[in-house]
């Protein structure tokens, strides 16, 4: 099945399960509108290299499309279309004023050099930018995109336009329009749910284990809350290998060893870690703990080893890390998933939060940020659980349940077509 099957797949039940105006999932099966540019780049050799780029605008009911920019060789048009309706999903389940979409460049950007990878990302922005604005579409960054790279896009657009358009797109750095706590919004976010989902579990922090998979910006900040909690960080893992200690991690002082060394496995035999043992990552996700957080990749737990998982809960701060095939096994099994669309939609929340501050030429503290995250999350996680216990369907079912009844009041007031 593809990654766009699995969507329409996943959001044909939601649909089925809130018996959802047939008319409006029609609309809601397509992109609104697809964009597909061809780049053409001057190398540093002189060499001309055209590469192929997309932007999904799946849906602006709301308010402006929203969505990352992904730069990968393995990007297609499948892949571009499903990460467009997750956002829509994503968008509605928090509540924020945008839409979805997502766009992408089929390119190994590790390949490029400094200048190849500026010029390249001018010329996509100069090519979508007559169909993207701070009122019409507004990207973000993605897998391999950054804070630099969303400054680029800014300068294009800004030029197209013939003015400085700060909202057009977020993840910006902080010096040129960013928002304070942008770093940590995802991890932030999840976090945020899981202390509602520990308050309506009873789970208690000073006695919970906790195995992070993915040591990057989510996965370390979400290990660095969860010990600030209480929680036992018994497990982590890298995309060299994975570590495990019953006595537990401080997450600072891993991150540290990482940062010198490149692993997290190099933790192992240092003074102070003498019970840290390396395991592969077959074994590292079927490991005794109490909760899993998802934080690397796609399709991690599936239908292969889902039965082998032995976590009580899993949070996936990933998108897609588990399969349907996996996430059919979980929900038999009784494993209580916080679906990727409610537990990482901190991310887009502080993004929306940067783009208001842009537009209404505003800026505001660390601790306002937060303050309005916090409502968000705590708010979106009781919506899920109400229509979790009210169509008694799963956590993930219920959160796209969630975003389209919002879909649905917008259809029903008429506005849309
Ligand atoms: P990142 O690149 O900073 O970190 C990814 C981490 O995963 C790295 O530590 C990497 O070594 C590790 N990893 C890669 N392959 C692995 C494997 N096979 N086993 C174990 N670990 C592996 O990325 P990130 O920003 O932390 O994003 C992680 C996930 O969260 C992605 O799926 C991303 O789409 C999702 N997400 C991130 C954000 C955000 O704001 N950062 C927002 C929403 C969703």
Same mark, same amino acid.
């Given at each position: 099945?593809?990654?766009?099957?699995?969507t329409?797949?996943q959001m044909k039940k939601a649909a089925d399960t809130m018996s959802l105006d047939?008319?409006l999932y029609?609309?809601l099966?397509?992109?609104?509108?697809?964009?597909?540019?061809?780049?053409?780049?001057?190398?540093?050799?002189?060499?001309?290299?055209?590469? =192929? @780029?997309?932007?999904?605008?799946h849906n602006?009911f709301a308010g402006?499309?929203k969505?990352?920019?992904?730069?990968?060789?393995?990007?297609?048009?499948?892949?571009?279309? &499903?990460? #467009?309706a997750w956002m829509t999903m994503k968008t509605g389940v928090v509540g924020i004023p945008m839409g979805g979409?997502?766009?992408?460049?089929?390119?190994?950007?590790?390949?490029?050099? !400094?200048? !190849?990878?500026?010029?390249? #990302?001018?010329?996509?922005?100069?090519?979508?930018?007559?169909?993207?604005?701070?009122?019409?579409?507004?990207?973000?960054?993605?897998?391999?995109?950054?804070?630099?790279?969303?400054?680029?896009?800014?300068?294009?657009?800004?030029?197209?336009?013939?003015?400085?358009?700060?909202?057009?797109?977020?993840?910006?750095?902080?010096?040129?329009? @960013?928002?304070?706590?942008?770093?940590?919004? =995802?991890?932030?976010g999840g976090?945020y749910v899981?202390?509602k989902l520990?308050?309506e579990? @009873?789970?208690?922090?000073?006695?919970?284990?906790?195995?992070?998979?993915?040591?990057?910006? &989510?996965?370390?900040?979400?290990?660095?809350? %969860?010990?600030?909690?209480?929680?036992?960080?018994?497990?982590?893992?890298?995309?060299?290998?994975?570590? +495990?200690?019953? *006595?537990?991690?401080?997450?600072?002082?891993?991150?540290?060893?990482?940062?010198?060394?490149?692993?997290?496995?190099?933790?192992?035999?240092?003074?102070?870690?003498?019970?840290?043992?390396?395991?592969? #990552?077959?074994?590292?996700?079927?490991?005794?703990?109490?909760?899993? +957080?998802?934080?690397?990749? !796609?399709?991690?737990?599936?239908? $292969?080893?889902?039965?082998?998982?032995?976590?009580?809960?899993?949070i996936e %701060?990933?998108n897609?890390?588990?399969?349907?095939?996996?996430?059919?096994?979980?929900?038999?099994?009784?494993?209580l998933v916080v679906p990727d669309i409610l537990a990482n939609a901190g991310?887009v929340t502080? *993004?929306y939060?940067?783009?208001?501050?842009? +537009?209404?030429?505003?800026?505001?503290?660390?601790? $306002?940020?937060?303050?309005?995250? =916090?409502k968000i999350m705590y708010d979106s996680y009781v919506k899920v659980a109400e229509n979790r216990d009210k169509y008694s369907c799963t956590m993930r079912i219920a959160a796209f349940i969630t975003a389209m009844q919002r879909l649905d009041t917008l259809w029903k !007031?008429?506005?849309?077509?």
């Amino acid at each position: 099945m593809s990654l766009y099957e699995n969507t329409l797949a996943q959001m044909k039940k939601a649909a089925d399960t809130m018996s959802l105006d047939p008319e409006l999932y029609a609309v809601l099966e397509e992109p609104m509108r697809i964009v597909e540019v061809h780049i053409p780049v001057r190398m540093d050799d002189g060499s001309l290299k055209v590469f =192929t @780029g997309y932007r999904s605008q799946h849906n602006n009911f709301a308010g402006p499309f929203k969505g990352g920019i992904r730069y990968h060789q393995q990007v297609d048009l499948g892949e571009v279309k &499903a990460l #467009s309706a997750w956002m829509t999903m994503k968008t509605g389940v928090v509540g924020i004023p945008m839409g979805g979409g997502k766009g992408g460049i089929i390119v190994n950007p590790k390949e490029l050099s !400094e200048g !190849e990878l500026e010029r390249l #990302s001018r010329g996509y922005a100069r090519l979508i930018a007559p169909v993207i604005g701070d009122q019409v579409d507004v990207p973000a960054p993605d897998v391999n995109t950054t804070g630099q790279i969303m400054s680029w896009i800014k300068d294009e657009y800004s030029k197209f336009v013939g003015k400085e358009t700060p909202g057009v797109i977020t993840g910006k750095p902080l010096e040129d329009g @960013g928002s304070l706590g942008r770093n940590t919004a =995802t991890a932030q976010g999840g976090m945020y749910v899981l202390d509602k989902l520990a308050e309506e579990k @009873g789970i208690d922090p000073a006695s919970a284990s906790v195995v992070i998979q993915g040591f990057g910006n &989510a996965g370390h900040f979400m290990a660095k809350m %969860l010990r600030e909690k209480g929680y036992a960080v018994k497990g982590l893992a890298d995309s060299r290998g994975c570590i +495990v200690s019953d *006595s537990g991690f401080e997450p600072d002082e891993v991150l540290e060893i990482k940062k010198a060394e490149g692993s997290v496995v190099n933790v192992e035999g240092k003074p102070g870690y003498e019970d840290v043992r390396t395991c592969s #990552s077959g074994e590292f996700v079927e490991m005794e703990c109490d909760i899993l +957080v998802l934080a690397a990749l !796609e399709n991690q737990i599936t239908g $292969e080893n889902a039965e082998n998982v032995k976590a009580k809960y899993i949070i996936e %701060l990933a998108n897609g890390p588990i399969n349907p095939e996996g996430d059919a096994i979980l929900q038999e099994k009784g494993v209580l998933v916080v679906p990727d669309i409610l537990a990482n939609a901190g991310g887009v929340t502080v *993004s929306y939060f940067e783009w208001h501050q842009n +537009v209404n030429d505003e800026k505001w503290t660390a601790e $306002e940020v937060d303050e309005k995250l =916090t409502k968000i999350m705590y708010d979106s996680y009781v919506k899920v659980a109400e229509n979790r216990d009210k169509y008694s369907c799963t956590m993930r079912i219920a959160a796209f349940i969630t975003a389209m009844q919002r879909l649905d009041t917008l259809w029903k !007031e008429g506005k849309k077509i």
